[in-house]
T-cell receptor, first 115, second 116 residues
Framework: AQSVTQPDIHITVSEGASLELRCNYSYGATPYLFWYVQSPGQGLQLLLKYFSGDTLVQGIKGFEAEFKRSQSSFNLRKPSVHWSDAAEYFC?????????????FGKGTHLIIQP | ETGVTQSPTHLIKTRGQQVTLRCSSQ?????VSWYQQALGQGPQFIFQ???????GRGNFPPRFSGLQFPNYSSELNVNALELDDSALYLCASSPPPLAGVGETQYFGPGTRLLVL
């Protein structure tokens, strides 16, 4: 069965500092990997996705993520965070089965930005 | 281009009642998926509809059912509501699949359901 682990429940970062959010996945075949962001009371916004090819993917709002198959990881990074980045971040894995199994999400990492 | 919309935004029901939640998919998207997000948790997959048929289901009981209409909009119905059904219900739509490309799901704002 597929699973996603986000080891950090909360992360506090100073504004302007760099950020890395960890994500480890378990999936039996080629995974499709996603990062979504959720602001309080809102739905999920897609930040970036990895399907194949270049293992470093760029997303919106200055985020990037690197797929490392050997470590089963897909960590999210940003070189300099802004106060508006404070939100809940979810890593998700899906398969090549046309989505019929749905996406499997981690429990999320709550990002707090210190002024 | 209109994104995924859901209605209502909030809903309060009592235990044992039935509820219907609605979702309009993004233009050009023919697949709709539903997720349940309990407080402090990640979303959990309920089911997916494609061409008006359920084509995938997560670990949810049969009292969770759905429909997809010819215009690709969708409903989620929950019968015999339980207290644990209190959650944010998210709808996501996806464009027609392309060979060799994974499916990207685009989410609506959700419906927050409170069961008393």
């Amino acid at each position: 069965a597929q699973s996603v682990t986000q080891p950090d429940i909360h992360i506090t970062v100073s504004e302007g500092a760099s950020l890395e959010l960890r994500c480890n996945y378990s999936y039996g075949a080629t995974p499709y990997l996603f990062w979504y962001v959720q602001s309080p009371g809102q739905g999920l916004q897609l930040l970036l996705k990895y399907f194949s090819g270049d293992t470093l993917v760029q997303g919106i709002k200055g985020f990037e993520a690197e797929f490392k198959r050997s470590q089963s990881s897909f960590n999210l990074r940003k070189p300099s965070v802004h106060w508006s980045d404070a939100a809940e971040y979810f890593c998700a894995v899906g398969g090549s089965g046309g989505g019929a199994d749905g996406l499997t999400f981690g429990k999320g990492t709550h990002l707090i930005i210190q002024p | 281009e209109t994104g995924v919309t859901q209605s209502p935004t909030h809903l309060i029901k009592t235990r044992g009642q039935q509820v219907t939640l609605r979702c309009s998919s993004q233009s050009g998207h023919n697949t709709v998926s539903w997720y349940q997000q309990a407080l402090g948790q990640g979303p959990q997959f309920i089911f997916q509809y494609y061409r008006e048929e359920e084509n995938g289901r997560g670990n949810f009981p049969p009292r969770f059912s759905g429909l997809q209409f010819p215009n690709y909009s969708s409903e989620l119905n929950v019968n015999a509501l339980e207290l644990d059904d209190s959650a944010l219900y998210l709808c996501a739509s996806s464009p027609p699949p392309l060979a060799g490309v994974g499916e990207t799901q685009y989410f609506g704002p959700g419906t927050r359901l409170l069961v008393l």
